[in-house]
């Protein structure tokens, strides 16, 4: 079935500089994402959503792009901290759920900051 | 304001035993949504409530089932536990009914079967 999936299972950063985080989606009838942070022994952290009628959205330190063309979707840190160190999940809603929610997530990055 | 309340945190239960797991959603949040999390398949979608009706269920057997009360409250329960059901059970709640809204999560139950 499709799923959502990433492209790296880690990633290493220095203190400072930026962070990105891929995932790659391939139902194109998912039109809601998501991306949340967990921290050990913790529940997913919401960090910044989007819809498939945008491209870019951004938050605090945080840019979501998605691009619909390629199924794919990134999460971008600026000025990555030591407490941006967790895992990173980016997850679906696809359209064919009508209003129910259901979640597809991909497996996940683990986000390790360096000092 | 509070946020997704699960309880308990932590459960021990034995194989063949059964388990209920409770989610107090964020005030005002009427959908609730449950996932089991393990090392192996990640994040899986157990069934979502929505004004105590059941409108979507995953692709798990029929000893996971759930319910949705007046206040939105919902419990989870796992009867006949086997040891593959050890997993962190996490639950999310949603303002609207709508699929593309924020969701929530919870701190989550972590159950182990012996």
């Known amino acids: 079935g499709e799923s959502v999936g990433l492209h790296l299972p880690t990633l290493s950063v220095q203190e400072g500089d930026n962070s990105i985080i891929n995932c790659a989606y391939s139902n194109s009838a998912s039109d809601y994402f998501i991306w949340y942070k967990q921290e050990s022994g913790k529940g997913p952290q919401f960090i910044i959503d989007?819809?498939?009628?945008?491209d870019k959205r951004q938050g605090q330190r945080v840019t979501v792009l998605l691009n619909k063309t390629v199924k794919h979707l990134s999460l971008q840190i600026a000025a990555t901290q030591p407490g941006d160190s967790a895992v990173y999940f980016c997850?679906?809603?696809?359209?064919?759920?009508?209003?129910?929610?259901?979640?597809?997530f991909g497996s996940g990055t683990q986000l390790t900051v360096l000092p | 304001k509070a946020g997704v309340t699960q309880t308990p945190r932590y459960l021990i239960k034995t194989r063949g035993q059964q388990v209920t797991l409770s989610c107090s959603p964020i005030?005002?949040?009427?959908?609730v949504s449950w996932y089991q999390q393990t090392p192996g398949q990640g994040l899986q979608f157990l069934f979502e409530?929505?004004?105590?009706?059941?409108?979507n269920k995953g692709n798990f057997p029929g000893r996971f089932s759930g319910r949705q009360f007046s206040n939105s409250r919902s419990e989870m329960n796992v009867s006949t536990l086997e040891l593959g059901d050890s997993a962190l059970y996490l639950c999310?709640?949603?303002?609207?009914?709508?699929?593309?809204?924020?969701?929530?999560f919870g701190q989550g139950t972590r159950l182990t079967v012996v």
């Open positions: 999310a709640s949603s303002l609207a009914g709508q699929g593309n809204t924020e969701a929530f």
């Open positions: 989007i819809r498939s009628n945008m």
């Open positions: 409530y929505f004004s105590e009706t059941q409108r």
């Open positions: 005030s005002g949040h009427r959908s």
């Open positions: 997850a679906e809603n696809m359209r064919s759920s009508g209003s129910a929610r259901q979640l597809t």
